[in-house]
Every structure is written in structure tokens, then in C-alpha cells.
């Protein structure tokens, strides 16, 4: 496949040295690269740490105060942990969590499999084996702390203390997502760089990644990139640590928009974000291997093990997996990776599912997901009607294929929706249902109880216009606009210059003469079929393509035939004084069906010259005196090429066949002997030549998809923002400006350094504001209402009430909940459905009938749900005449309660921003008992 020439084995022992300190220089790099992640990792570890001591001041705060400030799911997730290290046994610990009944009361429930509890449970494991050792190395420090108008408490800070641990564990997992982050961008970087007119292949790869329709023409050279001779290797090592660090740095002045780990530290994304960089930079690797070397074991057990890892972790990444199934699925359709390697990832998807429901103990939400239904309907794809395709040999095959594209996509999304609603049927499961509805009211005006929950949370909002001038202003989003472009425009512009090279060549031929064998340019004559293939190797010049007729079979035949009678002839004693005399004679008479027009004066112009032969030079200065040896060697090369050429007829003829036209009207024979010129369809030869880097266009892919959900839920800024700096390092790498640019590449470097200058200065007043934020958390109402439960209730009781006060609940009172923050499941969403109608118009009853059924004990109701006020319309008021408009005019229960004394609900404790509510039955008699006086 690459060309080579007889001075290779030279040039390889001369430049060795050479390629020796080049590897040691990359090697240099790579280790270099590695020692700024671990910098950048260890100084967002600090970063993160203390803008949370900053915005809590977490180490004087009292530990029930800690607990509360882990609002909702935070300290739900924490109460989990806070089980595994109190409990005396480990297995007791795991059991009370695979029979939980504390937080759906009296519901039993599996918390591994409803919940994404593993960091919880692994996190508690470790600090239970690393106690003793964590007595030792910082112990548990104590002081009082004084407070206004209230008690002084006790704080306890020190590694052996487990929140801190726990928080420990949080910041390093944040350190190393960095670290990752900045070692991913070391990496990434494009497979192909143009060199002339001819596209270079990456040394990293072993194979020309391309579609099943690309054919490169015949007998052209694709440039091997070899260290040292080319220029794109040392750009692409040097840029690829000015990459790495943009990234880091790209990361660090936008860090409010692509982590809230400091606000929100044991939120799953944080857990889950480090194995999903890992897999997308498993797949990147992927995507640039030999298909042969995909489908290894150990590659794909480990790309397995990562896709299960990342399911088990957060639920949300079922919906990360299925945008990625869906660009590799286009990916197919467009021909950039082939059907294998399609295959090979899903089978990797495939395996990662069923790991992931191994570890979730059977997880209904991901059995009857829309990942699994796509996954389902592209892998029934992909074994048995990926065969229906057309091969793009003319125009018009061009828009069958684009409109059959166009129909497998739509029908491959209305096959998901229609299988998604059977497997909900059929396993009778609506964990999800609320997906649906939530994207419906997302496009449209449709709005309900549950989607109004969500839209009415800023994180669930549409992305604000404020965030586009903040990742403008810092540069991510010029940079990103113009690495995209500029890639867009290399891969769509080389095929062009291909074909404007074929007719250049086309047009040099005809004033030109043909260069002979004794040129230096390295050019490889094949004159046996009338067919010539010149490629200038060394000099780099334009290159020449010569398409010439192929003969009939039978013609063949009979020039073998005829070229072995003559050998015979002069291998016969008697014969060689003829042979001799006759020299010029037999040459001519081989040749008369190649080339008929030969000046007779260059007699070695018709010579076939071998050019791995070493000894060509003493061959020439001896020809005269070894006229007969001379003879029968040249017969003998002429043989042997005719014998290749004929072997390598039959494997080209299947590829001619691919980017030739086969319509006889398309074929001008041109003036010069059997010459003809073959017409290409422009169109058919650009879309062939189109080369994009599958790894490349992934990774745009997948960031226009992060783009389109976080302008739809603003939360998932968190996904797109850190996407758009992977993307932003290729600029540093390979710098991909047209070649009509002819300004110097220092001023390019000025033009890049200046632009991160800017963004540096207007990073750093993102960074001033974050760390300028000094807080300190207090909550003494809700500390006061945690006091009383715990002391005034007994260990039975079963509470109800808005659900973020319901996670503090359980995590400081060990108090059972009936309603959770955990809005993930049908079950929870219609206990909070129930629970809440205390903020609509319904009677004392019906609440009544709900609370009993659940078994609740206490209610209670935050005052600020039931008079709170809203510019958006989100009050609860306002929702519940939107769900309910039948009992508009109505009076609200919650301020029934609070203002009139009510049948079954009787008032036990209340505070200005809290009220809780015995619940009474009064269908049971008390009989009271009687004491002798």
C-alpha cells in the first residue's frame, strides 16, 4: 500500500539516530503531559474544597448542621453512607438496604436497585477497613463553637470524622476528572494531515479508515506518516501538550458552567462524569484502530466493564449511551466507520446493559428504556438488512442511497417508539413515562403536575441567554465555532483538490514526454498491459495518473505465449549469435502491442527495470560486455513482470470496477495510440474522496447532541461545556487552516496565544467571583424541627411532607418517610402526588384517606408552599388549578389547617416556617385507665 523505493533500507539506517530522538522527545512529552494533569488535578482537588468550606464554612458547623446542609437528594444519597459506617456488622448494613422500608413506608424496597447507591456503599466499606489507620494519621478533633442567640455546639473535624471522609473521597474523584480530562486532550487529536496534494496517514493507525465506497485510485500511494518525515508528526506531538493545556485552562476559567461539584458534592453525575470521559476515551481509541484489533478481548472487556461502571453510576447516562448508539448508527449510514466496528461497539453496549442490571439487582427503568428499545432495533439493523445499499457508481445512485439513509432513520425512530411502548406494556413498567411528558411540555404548551415540578426547578429551564455571552467571553465558544469549521472545511475541501490533481495531471501529460526509467524522481513504470501508474515520491511534485486501456483476455494470452517462445528461442545455444545480431528486432517485436511509437534510439527506454534491485548500475556498465546474459535477464524481468501483471490484473479488476464508470458513452479514446481517458461523474468522485476521521467526527457528533439537551434542560450545561473544551484543543493540534493561508505559522501561534490571553483575562474574573463567595449555612428553624422529632417522637413514627425536608428527615431523625426527592420512579411520583394535595383545594378527608393508607403518622407542612409567590406561575396554588380546574373556588386544605382545627389532623408542633400534624384516628376508642384513690 505505501510506496517504496530501492534507497528505503539507506534512509532508514541514516535517519535512525534521528528516529531515536524523536521517540525519546515524545516520550519526554507524554510523561510531561502527564505531570500537568496531576498539577491541574491537584489544584482543582484544593480549588473545589475550598470554595465549599468557603460557601458553608463546613468545619464549625455542628454534625447535625452538616446533615442539613445536604439538601434533598444530597442527603439522601448521604443517609445511605451514613448506614453502611454505623451499623456494627457490614452485612447487617447491606441487608437494611436490600429491605429498606424507610423510605417509602411501609413499602419494602431494594435501594440498589432503585436507587444509585454503589459510591455510597463502596465509599462506606472503605472508611470502615481504613478506620484504625485514619485514628492514627488525623484523628477526630473537637471545639466548641459559639453561635448568636442560639447554643454553642460542638464541631469535630479530622479524616477519622466519616462526613469528611466522605467529602475527601468527592474532591480527589474531582482532582482526577480533571486529570483525565487534561490526559484525553493530550490524545485527542486528528488521525489524518495533508501533505501535497495526498492525505498522510497516522502512524498511530494501521489502517485508512474509509467507507466501503471509497477506492483510492489505482496504484496511488498513501503517504506513510513516518517520524521525521513528514511535518505533521512534531506539530501533532508539541500541539497536543498546548491542547492539553487550553483544555485545562479552558476548564478552569469555565468551571461555574461545567461543574456544580463544589455546591453540590455527592450529586451521582459527580461520580459518574470521571468513567464516562474514560469511555468516551476508550471509544476515541477505538475508532481510530484497525477493525481487526477492535474486537480484542481485553479492549473490549474493558470498554464493557466501563459502559457498566457509568449505567450503575447515574441513571441519566442511559440517555448519554443512547445519543452515542445514534452517532455510531449515522456514523454507519454515512459510511465513515463500517458495519463491523458498528457491531463491535454494540456488542460492547450489549454486554454493558446486562453487567449494569447484574449490579442494579434487575433495574425496571433500564430493562424498558429507550436506550435498550434503540439499541434493540439498530442491532436487528445491523444482522440482517444492513445489506440493502446501493454502490455509488453513478449520480443517480447518489440520491437512491442518500433517500434510502433518509428512510432507515425515520423508520429506525418510529421502530424505537413503538417497541419502547411494548416492552412498558408487556413488563407493565412507567418508571419513565414522565420523560415523555416532561420533553411534550418542553416543545409545546402541555403541562401537568409532574412536568411542572421539573420546568419549574432553574436547573430544568431552557438555557439562558446569559450563558452564551459567559462561554463567549471567556473564548470556549469562538474557539470551538472555529476548530468545527475549520475541520469541516479540510475534510470537504480534499476532494476537491484530488480531482482538480487528476485533471492537472491529465493536462501536464499531453505537453510532457514520458520520463524514463533511468530518471531520478523514483517514478514505478509498468508498461506490460499498456497501463502506467507514476507517483513522485521524493520530490513531492504534482502527481501524475495514467489511466490506459486493458486489453482483451485473449490478447494477453497470446503476448504470454508469444513472450515465451522467445525466450526459448534465445536461450537455444544455436540462437544466440541471431539474438545478438538481432538485438534491437526482438525488442521491437515484443513491444509492438505497448508502444508503437518508440524512438529507436533509446533502446533501454523499453527496458522493464526492477527498482528493488540493488545491482542496477553494474548491470548498465556491464551491458556490453555480456550482450547474451544481458539478453536472457531482460527477457527473464520482462517475463516475471508479465506474470505479475497478470495476477494483478485479476485483484484490481473487482476495485476498477468500484470508481470507474462502466457506460461506454462516458470513455474518450484519446489520439495517442490505445490511450484512452477515463470521465469521472464530478459528483461520484467527490463524495468517494470525502475522508472524515471517524474519531473526530464522534466527538462533533456527540457535542452537537449535548448541545441540543442543555438548550433544553439547562442542567445538562454540565455535559456540553467540558465537550466544547475537548473540541477546543484540536485547535493547538495539526492546525487545520487551509493551505490558501499563506501567512506564516508563527502568526498563527501569535493569533492563538493572543486569544487565550483574552480569555484568560476574562476567565479570571470568573474565577475572582467564585472565590469571592463567603457564606456560612444556618438554618435554625429547620435544626429546632429536627431536634423535636428526634426527641419527641418515638423511633415508630412515620413522616410525610415536602421532600427535600423529608431526606433531612430521614438522614437526621432515622425516622421513616413516606415520600422521597427521588423522582424517578411511578410509585414515588404518585406518593408525592398524594401527599402534596394538602396545597391544593382538596377537603380533610380525602388527605386523610391518602395519609392512611400510607400509614403516616405526622404531617408537616412548610408554610412557604402554602403562601409562597411566583413570577413563573409555579406556586402550588397555581399548579393545582392547572391539574385540578374543577375546584377552583375552593379554599386551600393547607390553610384550613393552619387557621381552623380540622377532623383527623391535630397541630403538635409549629413555628413561623414549619407546622406538624398528628394524625388522628378516630374510628378507635381509648378507654382510659381507672386508679383507686
Request: charge should be neutral; aromatic fraction near 12%; charged fraction near 25%.
Amino acid at each position: 500500500m505505501f510506496d517504496s523505493d530501492t534507497s528505503d533500507s539507506e534512509e532508514d539506517d541514516f535517519e535512525w539516530p534521528r528516529r531515536q530522538q524523536f521517540l525519546r522527545i515524545r516520550r519526554f512529552l507524554k510523561y510531561l503531559c502527564l505531570g500537568i494533569a496531576i498539577l491541574f488535578g491537584t489544584i482543582h482537588y484544593y480549588y473545589v474544597s475550598s470554595l465549599f468550606e468557603n460557601d458553608r464554612n463546613f468545619s464549625h458547623l455542628s454534625e447535625l448542621e452538616r446533615e442539613m446542609s445536604f439538601r434533598t437528594e444530597m442527603g439522601f444519597y448521604y443517609s445511605y453512607y451514613k448506614t453502611i459506617v454505623n451499623e456494627n456488622q457490614l452485612k447487617v448494613a447491606i441487608s437494611k438496604l436490600i429491605y429498606d422500608r424507610k423510605v417509602e413506608y411501609p413499602k419494602e424496597i431494594n435501594a440498589f436497585n432503585r436507587f444509585n447507591i454503589h459510591p455510597e456503599v463502596l465509599i462506606g466499606i472503605l472508611y470502615r477497613n481504613l478506620k484504625p489507620w485514619l485514628d492514627t494519621i488525623d484523628p477526630r478533633v473537637c471545639h466548641l463553637v459559639s453561635r448568636d442567640d442560639l447554643k454553642p455546639i460542638e464541631s469535630c473535624v479530622g479524616l477519622s470524622e466519616p462526613i469528611f471522609f466522605y467529602l475527601e473521597a468527592i474532591w480527589w474523584l474531582a482532582g482526577i476528572t480533571l486529570a483525565i480530562f487534561i490526559m484525553f486532550a493530550f490524545y485527542f487529536r486528528s488521525q489524518f494531515c495533508v501533505q501535497g496534494p495526498w492525505l498522510c496517514v497516522s502512524k498511530e493507525s494501521s489502517y485508512v479508515p474509509k467507507g466501503p465506497n471509497f477506492v483510492y485510485p489505482k496504484n496511488q500511494p498513501v503517504c506513510a506518516q513516518e517520524p521525521l518525515h513528514s511535518f505533521c508528526q512534531p506539530l501533532k506531538e508539541s500541539g497536543s501538550v498546548a491542547g492539553a493545556v487550553l483544555t485545562g485552562l479552558m476548564y478552569a476559567v469555565n468551571h461555574d458552567n461545567i461543574t456544580r461539584v463544589q455546591w453540590t458534592p455527592n450529586e451521582r453525575e459527580n461520580f459518574a462524569y470521571p468513567f464516562l470521559l474514560l469511555q468516551m476515551w476508550l471509544v476515541t481509541r477505538h475508532l481510530r484502530t484497525h477493525p481487526d484489533e477492535i474486537g480484542a478481548l481485553g479492549s473490549q472487556l474493558v470498554l464493557l466493564l466501563v459502559n457498566a461502571i457509568c449505567l450503575s453510576l447515574w441513571q441519566f447516562t442511559q440517555f448519554i449511551f443512547l445519543t452515542q448508539v445514534a452517532v455510531f448508527f449515522l456514523m454507519e449510514q454515512l459510511h465513515i466507520i463500517d458495519l463491523k466496528v458498528f457491531c463491535i461497539f454494540l456488542h460492547a453496549h450489549f454486554c454493558g446493559v446486562h453487567i449494569a442490571m447484574f449490579l442494579l439487582l434487575g433495574n425496571e427503568m433500564l430493562k424498558t428504556s429507550f436506550f435498550s428499545a434503540f439499541f434493540l432495533v439498530v442491532s436487528a439493523y445491523g444482522l440482517f438488512f444492513s445489506y440493502l445499499r446501493f454502490k455509488i457508481k453513478r449520480r443517480i445512485h447518489v440520491f437512491l442511497e442518500g433517500s434510502l439513509i433518509i428512510c432507515r432513520l425515520i423508520l429506525t425512530v418510529a421502530l424505537t417508539i413503538w417497541l419502547k411502548s411494548v416492552l412498558t406494556k408487556y413488563f407493565n413498567v412507567q418508571e419513565d413515562s414522565h420523560i415523555l411528558d416532561l420533553l411534550y411540555s418542553k416543545l409545546t404548551t402541555y403541562k401537568n403536575f409532574h412536568t411542572m415540578l421539573y420546568t419549574c426547578a432553574p436547573v430544568f429551564d431552557f438555557m439562558p441567554i446569559s450563558y452564551f455571552i459567559e462561554v463567549t467571553e471567556t473564548g470556549l465558544l469562538p474557539i470551538t465555532i472555529l476548530t468545527v469549521t475549520l475541520f469541516i472545511y479540510k475534510w470537504f475541501s480534499l476532494p476537491i483538490i484530488f480531482y482538480k490533481n487528476i485533471d492537472t495531471a491529465e493536462e501536464k501529460e499531453k505537453t510532457e514526454t514520458p520520463k524514463t526509467a533511468n530518471s531520478d524522481d523514483g517514478a514505478v513504470e509498468n508498461n506490460n498491459d499498456a497501463k502506467k501508474v507514476k507517483y513522485n515520491k521524493r520530490k513531492n511534485s504534482k502527481n501524475e495518473l495514467y489511466a490506459d486501456d486493458n486489453k482483451n483476455q485473449d490478447t494477453k494470452n497470446k503476448n504470454d505465449k508469444k513472450n515465451k517462445n522467445d525466450t526459448k528461442n534465445k536461450n537455444d545455444p544455436k540462437n544466440k549469435k541471431d539474438d545478438t545480431k538481432n538485438k534491437s528486432d526482438s525488442k521491437t517485436k515484443n513491444d509492438d502491442t505497448k508502444n508503437k511509437n518508440d524512438d529507436t534510439r533509446n533502446k533501454n527506454d523499453t527496458k522493464i527495470k526492477n527498482d528493488d534491485t540493488k545491482n542496477k548500475n553494474d548491470d548498465i556498465k556491464n551491458d556490453t560486455k555480456n550482450k547474451n546474459g544481458d539478453t536472457k535477464n531482460k527477457n527473464d524481468d520482462k517475463n516475471k513482470n508479465n506474470d505479475t501483471k497478470n495476477k494483478n490484473d485479476n485483484k484490481n479488476k473487482n476495485d476498477e470496477e468500484t470508481y470507474r464508470d462502466d457506460d461506454s458513452k462516458d470513455i474518450k479514446h484519446l489520439k495517442e495510440g490505445s490511450k484512452r481517458k477515463i470521465k469521472y461523474d464530478p459528483l461520484v468522485v467527490y463524495l468517494r474522496n470525502i475522508i472524515i476521521d471517524p474519531s473526530i467526527f464522534y466527538h462533533f457528533a456527540q457535542m452537537t447532541a449535548f448541545g441540543i439537551l442543555a438548550l433544553l434542560f439547562m442542567r445538562l450545561k454540565l455535559l456540553f461545556t467540558p465537550h466544547m473544551c475537548l473540541v477546543a484543543s484540536l485547535l493547538m493540534k495539526n492546525i487545520q487552516f487551509p493551505r490558501e493561508w499563506t501567512f506564516p505559522r508563527l502568526m498563527i501561534w501569535v493569533v492563538v496565544c493572543t486569544l487565550v490571553g483574552v480569555t484568560t483575562h476574562f476567565g479570571k474574573e470568573h474565577i475572582d467571583k467564585e472565590m469571592s463567595h463567603v457564606g456560612e449555612f444556618s438554618d435554625p428553624e429547620q435544626e429546632a424541627l429536627l431536634t423535636w422529632i428526634r426527641e419527641e417522637t418515638c423511633d415508630a413514627a412515620v413522616f410525610a411532607g415536602p421532600m427535600p425536608l423529608m431526606a433531612a428527615v430521614m438522614l437526621s431523625t432515622r425516622r421513616a418517610i413516606a415520600n422521597t426527592p427521588h423522582y424517578e420512579h411511578v410509585d414515588a411520583r404518585l406518593r408525592t402526588y398524594n401527599i402534596y394535595k394538602v396545597y391544593g383545594r382538596f377537603t380533610n378527608n380525602e388527605l386523610y384517606d391518602v395519609l392512611k393508607k400510607y400509614q403516616v403518622t405526622h404531617l408537616v407542612v412548610e408554610k412557604s408552599y402554602c403562601y409562597g409567590r411566583s413570577k413563573r406561575g409555579c406556586t402550588f396554588e397555581e399548579i393545582w388549578d392547572m391539574e385540578v380546574p374543577a375546584l377552583r373556588g375552593r379554599p386551600r386544605l393547607c390553610h384550613r389547617l393552619l387557621t381552623d382545627e380540622l377532623e383527623h389532623f391535630f397541630l403538635e408542633y409549629e413555628t413561623d416556617k414549619y407546622a406538624v400534624f398528628r394524625i388522628h384516628d378516630y374510628s378507635v376508642r381509648y378507654t382510659p385507665r381507672l386508679y383507686d384513690t
